[in-house]
């Protein structure tokens, strides 16, 4: 399931597209307070709609008025069932505005038939068999206009704001509706009138099915079709998402006026700023400092509207803007690797690339100024770094994947072309199957934020707490401050003294310039010339 703030950053993106529809809703139609519930299925309704009919490859224009119907498809409800909520100018100036709607959308008036009880009525007859046969069934449903089954059948899987089995809905919806008890429309159906429904959903369900599959979109049965379509309404949210929150790879969320001294580099050497894989954010609450940096993986696979390792970088960074400042780094990591999880269950990928490809690394830490304490915990290759005003310093992080990164590098050395590893598959292969043992219990790969079980991504993370001395500087970087793999003693003490020499300003020119002399990838064996890197300096 999507988490709630990123349905909802959707919903408000899909209503403000059709703003007219939803000011007649909220205003004229009085459909909020009391009678919201109305207004939220409608939503739904308009957005599984979107979702089918981008899956039927209709046209834009289509596409954009059969969503526009089904936002408004129950608008009257609330003066139907309520009308001494309504002045008699309301009442007037209602009908007149959905009226102009009527007219623009559905001018025969086929599309409401679709979506109220009337549609029943125009396949049953009084004298009909119990149930009806189904061949029978296709043929009288056959005579029906494309877009009519179509919103019959999302109105018909809608149960209040979700998506569910058609006959789940039914099942729900009969135990408050009064129509089965409507001795008039029951003699006219020949049944009462939810086993009617019972009766045409299954059929409509097959036949958009068979929609579908003429379109080369594969469902293994009919009874797929609501999983189908809320798995393309998930798509929709998370794309959208993924692209608003892709603009600027660093976060800061500060206090007006506040004191504290911050640095940052990001570059990427890419074409595009925001194809950079790596995402940071510091994010200030009272006393309290919290600061994530993280870096997604390189796309060896499926190609998503962004790289799917900087998806999981901007899960692992939104998670830590959102999250809890009273809790641990640890748990906030955790909270990061769920949400990866639950965009990966919302992307069009099979089950092996949700393993390969949907991934990151990265260090989060909470600075409590006021007990002058630092918390941190890491996953894998990003770190953290602390100064100490006597010219001493403390390395927090350890680099828990160096073990894998040289195995891939070995591969990358024996690359057809060494000086580009990343276009020879032989490489990409033995990547893929180290991404693959990525958080393996017995140890054998590197630890990531991709989704898998939490518990065992626990015990991977790395943590520590020490106090802070007066005038510390906390310096955090990904892995692109340094050509290669960053894991001994004497490496680090060299990025230390590059640091000490001129900030994280002074390392983003010693390592280009490292990657500049080096473009064969000999001196300093990597995967890349040039990887993305952000770095941030903070003095509390």
């Keep these: 399931m999507l988490d709630s703030h990123i349905s909802a950053l959707f919903r408000t993106h899909f209503t ?19 009678w919201q519930n109305i207004l939220e299925h ?11 009919c981008h899956a039927l490859q209709y046209s834009e224009k289509r596409t954009n008025q059969l969503e526009r119907f089904a936002l408004i498809h129950d608008a009257d409800k609330h003066l139907k069932q309520a009308p001494e909520d309504f002045s008699e100018e309301e009442k007037y100036q209602f009908k007149e505005k959905i009226g102009a709607l009527w007219q623009e959308l559905d001018s025969d008036g086929y599309r409401r038939f679709a979506t109220n009880e009337a549609f029943l009525d125009r396949i049953f007859q009084k004298d009909d068999p119990v149930p009806l046969p189904t061949k029978e069934l296709y043929t009288r449903l056959s005579g029906f206009f494309e877009d009519e089954l179509l919103l019959y059948y999302i109105d018909a899987i809608t149960l209040a704001s979700s998506i569910s089995p ?7 919806t009969e135990k408050q509706s009064p129509l089965n008890k409507e001795e008039k429309r029951t003699q006219r159906l020949g049944r009462k009138y939810w086993d009617a429904e019972r009766e045409i959903a299954p059929i409509v369900e097959r036949i958009i099915w068979e929609w579908l599959r003429e379109k080369d979109r594969e469902l293994a049965t009919p009874e797929n079709l609501p999983d189908f379509i809320q798995q393309k309404m998930n798509e929709s949210m998370l794309k959208y998402w993924l692209k608003t929150h892709n603009k600027q790879s660093i976060t800061l969320l500060l206090h007006k006026g506040s004191t504290m001294q911050t640095d940052a580099v990001c570059d990427s050497r890419r074409i595009k700023p925001e194809l950079n ?5 510091i994010r200030e609450e009272g006393d309290v400092i919290i600061v994530g940096i993280f870096d997604g993986a390189t796309n060896i696979g499926t190609e998503l509207p ?11 960074r939104e998670t830590i803007a959102a999250a809890p400042s009273d809790i641990s780094p640890t748990d906030m990591l955790l909270r990061a690797n769920t949400l990866i999880g639950n965009i990966a269950a919302g992307l069009p990928l099979a089950d092996e690339e949700r393993k390969e490809i949907l991934c990151a690394v990265g260090a989060v830490a909470r600075i409590d100024r006021k007990n002058n304490m630092i918390d941190i915990a890491s996953v894998a290759d990003c770190h953290i770094v602390l100064l100490h005003a006597d ?56 630890p990531s934020l991709k989704g898998s079980e939490n518990a065992i991504l626990k015990t991977l993370i790395q943590t520590r707490s020490i106090p802070l001395r007066k005038n510390d500087i906390i310096i955090f970087f990904t892995d692109g401050a340094y050509p290669g793999p960053l894991y001994t003693k ?19 020119r010693w390592v280009r310039g490292k990657e500049d002399a080096d473009p064969d990838l000999r001196k300093y064996p990597r995967m890349k010339q040039y990887d993305d890197l952000i770095a941030l300096s903070i003095t509390t």
């Design 391 to 446: 010219a001493s310093h403390t390395w927090l992080t350890e680099n828990t994947s160096k073990h894998i990164e040289l195995l891939e590098i070995a591969a990358a050395q024996k690359a057809e072309n060494p000086a580009q590893p990343l276009e020879d598959q032989c490489v990409i292969d033995v990547i893929a199957q180290c991404r693959r043992l990525e958080n393996d219990p017995d140890g054998r790969g590197a």
């Design 42 to 52: 409608q939503i739904t309704v308009a957005i599984a709609v979107h979702a089918l």
């Design 277 to 281: 894989e790596d995402t940071a954010i």
């Design 490 to 508: 004497e490496q680090q003490e060299e990025v230390v003294k590059v640091i000490k020499q001129g900030g994280i300003q002074e390392l983003q």
């Design 306 to 316: 962004i790289s799917p390792g900087k998806a999981a970088a901007i899960a692992c």
């Design 166 to 172: 058609a006959l789940t809905r039914i099942s729900e």
């Design 16 to 34: 403000k597209k059709h703003h007219r529809e939803m000011r007649l809703l909220q205003e004229e139609a009085k459909l909020r307070s009391d």
